[in-house]
Nanobody, 121 residues
Framework: QVGMVESGGGSVQAGGSLRLSCAAA????????MGWFHQAPGQERKRVAH???????DYADSVKGRFTISKDLNANIVYLAMNSLKPEDTGIYYC???????????????WGQGTQVTVSS
């Protein structure tokens, strides 16, 4: 069974930091590429970062150098460390899982319920 629950969202000022967590059910992480997506108000959901089964990562250009995705297989948690936050980072952040990163990048996958991040200027 695939299931994810996100946490760690909140309100911060520009330049601040947050760390999001995604608790995955069972062996989800051992069989899936894991990723984070961002949905800004009034916009489509877009991929932020993903981490594959081997631990290799990939990021959207807009967050490179500011966000870091990581995972703890023992705890079944995927993290998204967000630094130097900008107002345009505001929105709902979703955790996602899919057997292949290629499909995940196209928005195919299992989704959590999301966590809200608000960055004020």
């Amino acid at each position: 069974q695939v299931g994810m629950v996100e946490s760690g969202g909140g309100s911060v000022q520009a330049g601040g930091s947050l760390r999001l967590s995604c608790a995955a059910a069972g062996d989800t992480m051992r069989g899936h590429c894991m990723g984070w997506f961002h949905q800004a108000p009034g916009q489509e959901r877009k991929r932020v970062a993903h981490i594959d089964l081997g631990g290799s990562t990939d990021y959207a250009d807009s967050v490179k150098g500011r966000f870091t995705i990581s995972k703890d297989l023992n705890a079944n948690i995927v993290y998204l460390a967000m630094n130097s936050l900008k107002p345009e980072d505001t929105g709902i952040y979703y955790c996602a899982a899919e057997p292949t990163c290629g499909s995940l990048a196209r928005g195919i996958g299992y989704w959590g319920q999301g966590t809200q991040v608000t960055v004020s200027s």
